[in-house]
């Protein structure tokens, strides 16, 4: 997957002098060297402490170590790599240029949403977490057909239940909403200007109203293969949304 990063690249003449003074260029070079090899390893964000603590370095280091690679990898034309930069860490993305040959491999899909599945998951990103029901009633239409791509696209996930009757499941967006659209956290996104109808809301359904709803949730649920809620959301999810 890749991302679009809008930092201005700092060169290594820019980074250097700020080192502190115990770090030599040697070990400063090796630092850089093993910040490739983990994150080729690791496929998800690496937080900035835990890389710390395995170039047995100090934070202040390590950020630029991490800035210095960016840098590298941004000015390298030859690359097709990049170092996305995130809330929860850093983590080795490809660059959007290599995008249509990553398509063209055996296996690989790149993620692409329709307009109303970009609009379904517009809605879920503003007033996450929100329901199936809350999601139908601002788009005015059923949106069964797109949540379930957006769940097997992994752009959003069940983060809960709404304690109301028929406790209806709760939807969030995922680590991968964040890469698709190039941001480091959620609190990037503007502020919203989408409003629920009171009638719409599950608090503001009659309790016949809100029965069906359940039985449509519970259908739902099932043709999604749902089980508990704790088995369902990931830990990285979870840690992620806390």
């Not at 097709?80 to 990553?102: D, M, R, Y």
């Not at 949540?147 to 696209?153: A, G, I, M, Q, R």
């Not at 709803?213 to 806390?242: H, P, V, Y």
Request: glycine content about 4%; aromatic content about 6%; some cysteine.
């Amino acid at each position: 997957m890749h991302i679009d990063n809008d930092l201005t690249p700092l060169s290594k003449e820019e980074l250097m002098p700020d080192l502190p003074n115990l770090v030599s260029e040697a070990d400063f070079e090796s630092m850089c060297a093993a910040l490739d090899g983990l994150l080729l390893l690791q496929n998800k964000p690496i937080g900035l402490e835990k890389l710390a603590e395995i170039l047995n370095t100090n934070i202040q280091t390590v950020e630029k170590v991490v800035l210095t690679r960016k840098s590298d990898f941004d000015n390298d034309e030859k690359s097709g790599l990049q170092i996305a930069i995130l809330e929860t860490g850093v983590q080795l993305a490809t660059k959007a240029k290599v995008s249509q040959f990553i398509q063209r491999m055996d296996g690989q899909k790149l993620v692409s949403l329709s307009l109303p599945a970009l609009e379904t998951l517009s809605v879920i990103a503003f007033k996450q977490p929100i329901t199936k029901a809350e999601i139908d009633a601002i788009r005015g239409v059923n949106c069964d057909g797109v949540v379930s791509t957006l769940l097997e696209k992994k752009l959003i996930f069940v983060s809960g239940e709404k304690q109301v009757i028929g406790k209806p499941r709760l939807y969030s967006t995922t680590q991968d909403f964040l890469f698709y659209f190039g941001m480091k956290s959620l609190k990037e996104l503007p502020i919203p200007s989408i409003d629920i109808p009171a009638e719409l809301t599950p608090e503001g359904q009659t309790k016949e109203n809100l029965e069906n709803s359940a039985l449509d949730e519970k259908e739902f649920n099932e043709s999604q293969g749902f089980m508990t809620i704790d088995r369902e959301m990931s830990e990285e999810d979870e840690n992620w949304e806390n």
